[in-house]
């Protein structure tokens, strides 16, 4: 665009120069025309039409002038214009909805051990029933690009924060469906709780028995 613009100035310019050099040519021509006129009429005649030559390029001149100022001023105003600083909001993605993969551990059968002699009696400290605890799910986001974290389960949910491809976040118990979508509640590494479309998460760790 830039450089179309000043071809486009200097054309103008150029242009306005012949045209002012072309008035000029007339207003002389007439100027020597009204020397050789014998009768009064014609003299004036000559002489009024030199002078609007002379105007003609006068303002032709100007306009040229005009058009190489503005060409040659152009690139100093573009240098002291301020960057324009680029819109902060991630672009919508349209993202194909993909499949979930959801990764079990292997179950290893238990050894079977056939006593070779009766069992000791249990003591107090081995009848105490051990402490069952709860690893808690976690998951990967896996949609290419990354997601919304959203206020609520649906597409117009507020947005609460990017997360990038690969962010591993805690599922909670809430789940959804809107939008076509199933969404899942999840906390992030950050504690900011909200929703993810299921579809875009894959499960890295079950709880543990």
Known sequence: MTVVLNIVLLSLA???????????????????????????????????????????????????????????????????????????????VDIAPTTLVVTEPASTPAAIATPTSPPASPTAEATAAPTATTAPVTATVSSGVGVWLRGSPSTSGEQLEWLLDGTIVTLLAGQE??????????????????????DFLSVTESAAP
């Not at 040519?25 to 000559?46: D, F, H, I, M, P």
């Not at 100007?62 to 991630?90: Q, Y």
């Open 14 to 92: 150029g242009l306005s120069l012949l045209a002012a050099l072309y008035f000029v040519a007339k207003a002389l021509g007439a100027r020597s025309n009204a020397s050789r006129q014998a009768y009064n009429v014609g003299q004036v005649e000559a002489k009024r039409t030199s002078q609007v030559n002379w105007i003609r390029a006068a303002f032709t001149l100007l306009a040229g002038l005009i058009f190489l100022g503005v060409f040659a001023v152009r690139p100093l105003i573009s240098r002291g214009e301020p960057p324009v600083d680029p819109d902060p909001t991630l672009p919508a």
């Open 177 to 198: 469906s809107a939008d076509d979508l199933v969404w899942q509640q999840v906390r992030t590494e950050s504690g900011v709780e909200g929703w993810v479309a299921r």
